[in-house]
């Protein structure tokens, strides 16, 4: 089939999409064999990616018909929400409110990032055409987000296992920055250690799921690294803004204001 800019692509229908099930079914099979108890999960899992992907295609249709700065933004928005919420869910922390800074730092740094990849590096009239805001945007939250889940664990989890270390700092009269430095600069470079080393391997080890797609759709390989080049550059972008203002706002909170430490042991 030929697309609107004549480059040739091959559609996949029902019948090839139920024979990509047969992957899910080989590794529910796997689970049952060694008793993983991970059939339900898959079964979810794919039901929500089926589910998911439609949704999204049907949505970007009327989005791009539509041509609403403020829809493809409010839509940019929903989505940095539902990343903050997976990130809350993968860090199961009690003793501190962490998703409203969480999705503070998520919105505002993923669409700075966003807006200046579409709007001065691609260079899309106008900057919200959602052909290229909302899959780059998608991109710099899905990548990001796994970073963020990351740092948030490792902060939490450090400070409690230096919680003497810690504490001994303040009682010395160390503020909570000073007394926590080196637990957040291991939490910081933990949430972007996943991004540098993606930049080790791509092109080596891997394609790229954009370039991929880019080839795959008839698009000049050329073309396509350019392409990957920016969205793995603006990825490593996104993940150190975003998880340096995140630790940054969730360690005041894990701190009193007598500068004591919260976190429950």
């Known amino acids: 089939m030929n697309d609107p800019l004549g480059m040739a692509y091959i559609q996949i229908g029902p019948w090839q999409l139920a024979v990509a099930v047969v992957f899910v079914l080989l590794a529910g099979g796997l689970s049952l064999v060694h008793h993983l108890k991970l059939e339900r999960d898959l079964a979810i899992g794919t039901l929500r990616t089926f589910a998911q992907l439609f949704a999204m295609g049907y949505l970007l249709r009327i989005l791009f018909g539509l041509q609403s700065a403020l829809l493809v933004v409010g839509m940019y928005m929903v989505m940095t929400w539902f990343a903050a919420r997976i990130v809350k869910g993968r860090v199961r922390e009690k003793s501190v409110d962490y998703f409203m800074p969480t999705l503070l730092a998520v919105q505002v740094t993923f669409f700075l990032v966003t807006f200046v990849v579409t709007g001065l590096i691609i260079g899309a009239k106008p900057w919200w055409e959602p052909q290229y805001f909302i899959p780059i945007g998608g991109m710099v939250a899905g990548n990001s987000m796994n970073a963020l889940a990351v740092a948030l664990d490792r902060l939490f989890s450090d400070l409690r296992a230096h919680r003497a270390e810690v504490e001994m700092r303040l009682c010395l009269g160390a ?51 350019r392409y990957q080049i920016v969205v793995m550059l603006m990825i490593v972008a996104s993940t150190a803004l975003a998880t340096f203002i995140v630790l940054h706002l969730v360690r005041r909170r894990c701190f009193g204001r007598a500068h004591n430490l919260l976190l429950k042991a």
């Open 175 to 225: 503020d909570r920055d000073e007394a926590s430095a080196d637990i957040f600069r291991g939490a910081l470079r933990a949430g972007m250690i996943p991004s540098i080393n993606s930049m080790m391997g791509v092109g080596l080890v891997s394609i790229p799921g954009m370039m991929t797609g880019q080839i795959m759709a008839g698009a000049d390989p050329a073309d396509a690294v």
